[in-house]
């Protein structure tokens, strides 16, 4: 049997991330409604200069946002779903670092070669990119020097960074770890960061699903669901388009 | 017959430690009292999860307090809805009818006037209020520790739950024991050196200050102790996140 392009962990892990994520974001859209409203420091309301303003309509009447429409409410439902994403994003990723450490994943796939830890070799990759020339010949089997430390930096960066910002709004989480929220400088300010982080990560989305679509969206996504891309599968589908 | 493979037998012994690993974290979830009363439904398990490692971890500790520089200059009082014809009725008293009914499993049911919770002893906090919106504020709270009153209504070792009610219709919340004996746990009166605002909840609120602040009800007139309670609300029941 030939070694799957990516193995059942990250398969699994992949997606139950992607169903997390996508609830997070949608809810934590939902309740940043409540209040579009940012500040930094420890405080901030609506009797407090915001550091910045979402341009919409709030979902509560108290928020003077100059429209004159209050959306629903529903920071209910959004909470509890939030936080239940929360979890098992948490220990979706808890599962794949250590896993990724004992199997040798990050040393084998993620870390830069030898080599390659350059700018000049990141740079070499964007240019080519740019240029839109096709992968080198050892793309096919594994990650480029960009590719590597982009999803590095959102595994060991964007999401702890997120984690944290998101547990420095926990008025419980703070009361144990105080550092937690201070070291941001205060609750406003995590809350602007959450929001910040928040859209870094939404970044690497759009660009990691824009460049599946330019190398074979389905194709790609197969690979990550069966672990196989290749030919006969292809073929199957080809036939029942037809 | 089919030889057994390894990864048939290595799979379904995690999955046979997974299911008594679940039976067991069950029983000693629900003997120490882990599990919050919105544990059912879809969102049952993250619910659950959260209080748990709460009262694991953050049973004891204390919210962080500030310095007074740190006070809100412009505190941001929220909407609530227009006062009942009786709260109209004992503000225009001064207050000084406003009753406050601690009953259910109590050795001592008692009713308590403003001046009997003012003779208690007086502590103060400079603590933050965080609304499950995102707005917050930082203001002195002074009152009385809710545990030296529960200490005197001699509160039943099997209570383990405050369910707290606001004169204002339809307007209750709950909490456990461990935030009920809490210190920062307070019957407020005052507000930054002064009587605290009708807006911020005055004459008497009750401020749980390791949670969001729904969860610290204004007007308060009744505390019931309990052992059981069915959960029916929108957001959830326990909001230190």
Known sequence: ???????????????????????????????????????????????????????????????????????????????????????????????YGIASLLNGHFRRDLVPERGERTLGAHWRRIRQYVRRKAPDADEVQSYNVLQRTTYLVVIFVLFPLVIWTGLALSPSFNAAFPWGVNLLGGRQSARTLHFFVTWALVLFFVVHVAMIAVSGFWKRTRGMITGHAEPQEEAMVTKEVA | MKPISRRAVITSGLAAAGVAGLAVADRIAGRHGLIPPDCRGIYGAGETLTYAAHRLVTRDSKAREFPRNMISKNPFANETAPPSDQFKKLQAGGFSDWR??????????????????????????????????????????????????????????????????????????????????????????????????????????????????????????????????????????????
């Not at chain 1, 920071?75 to 098992?88: D, I, K, P, Q, T």
């Not at chain 2, 456990?176 to 507000?191: N, R």
């Open chain 2, 100 to 241: 406050l009914t601690i009953d259910g499993m109590v050795a001592h049911p008692m009713t308590l006037s403003l001046a009997d919770l003012r003779s208690l002893p007086t502590h103060s906090q400079i603590t933050e209020v965080a609304c499950e919106e995102g707005w917050s504020y930082v203001a002195e709270w002074i009152g009385t520790p809710l545990s030296g009153v529960l200490r005197e209504a001699g509160v039943l070792p099997q209570v383990r739950y405050l369910k707290y009610f606001s004169i204002q219709p339809e307007w209750s919340d709950s909490i456990d024991m461990a935030d009920a004996h809490h210190p920062q746990t307070f019957l407020t009166m005052g507000m930054n050196d002064g009587e605290l605002p009708v807006g911020f909840g005055g004459p008497l609120r009750l401020r749980v200050p390791r949670q969001l602040g729904y969860k610290s009800v204004k007007y308060i007139t009744r505390i019931t102790a309990t052992d059981e309670m069915k959960f029916q609300g929108e957001y959830a029941w326990f909001a230190g996140i």
């Open chain 1, 1 to 95: 049997m030939e070694t799957p392009r990516h193995s059942a962990l990250v398969r699994v892990t992949h997606w139950l991330t992607v169903i997390s994520f996508v609830a997070l974001l949608v809810t934590g859209l939902e309740i940043v409604i409540s209040h579009p409203r940012f500040y930094w420091g420890e405080t901030g309301n609506v009797n407090m200069k915001p550091l910045f303003t979402i341009p919409i309509p709030s979902s509560r009447d108290t928020v003077p946002t100059g429209y004159g429409y209050v959306m629903p409410d529903q920071n209910g439902w959004s909470r509890y779903l939030h936080f239940e994403s929360a979890w098992v994003l948490v220990l979706t990723g808890l599962v």
